[in-house]
């Protein structure tokens, strides 16, 4: 499951490789669709990954992603491009998924806590927690 929001850098409007790729025709564009494939890996927790077929998506061209991969912004891989750095700025699926599962259990074991006191254990007698 993806991310309601990644993290971008403060100074992204003056990070060298956004100035690099300013300076290509429709950079404007392009660097909106660098911030679009940021939302999209996010939001699909792609871990940063951009599938050829979500250009579209992203506000794209094959021209924009040639420039990002110039520039150094995006890696190119057998299935599309991988954002550079991008596990390393934002939380991958697996931690965002481990930190749902995590909060999931915390729930469970509340409500159990809520409803039959303080001593309940029932939540820990299925793996998934309901204790049923």
């Known amino acids: 499951m993806g991310l309601p929001w990644v ?3 403060a100074n992204i409007a003056s990070h060298d490789k956004i100035l690099a790729l300013l300076e290509h025709r429709n950079g404007r564009a392009t660097a909106f669709s660098y911030i679009c494939s940021l939302g999209y890996a996010g939001g699909n927790g792609t871990d940063g990954h ?3 077929a979500a250009l579209p998506f992203i506000h794209a061209t094959k021209k924009d992603a040639e ?3 110039n520039v150094g912004l995006w890696e190119p891989n057998p299935r599309g491009w991988t954002i550079h750095n991008y596990a ?3 939380q991958t699926a697996a931690v965002a998924d481990a930190i749902r599962a ?3 259990q915390g729930a469970i074991k509340a409500n159990c806590i809520r409803w ?3 001593d309940c254990k029932c939540w820990t007698k299925q793996p ?3 204790g049923r």
């Open 116 to 118: 039959h006191g303080p």
């Open 67 to 69: 420039a990002l991969v």
């Open 102 to 104: 995590g909060q999931r």
């Open 50 to 52: 951009i599938p050829f």
């Open 128 to 130: 998934d927690g309901l």
């Open 88 to 90: 390393e700025r934002n």
């Open 7 to 9: 993290r971008v850098d």
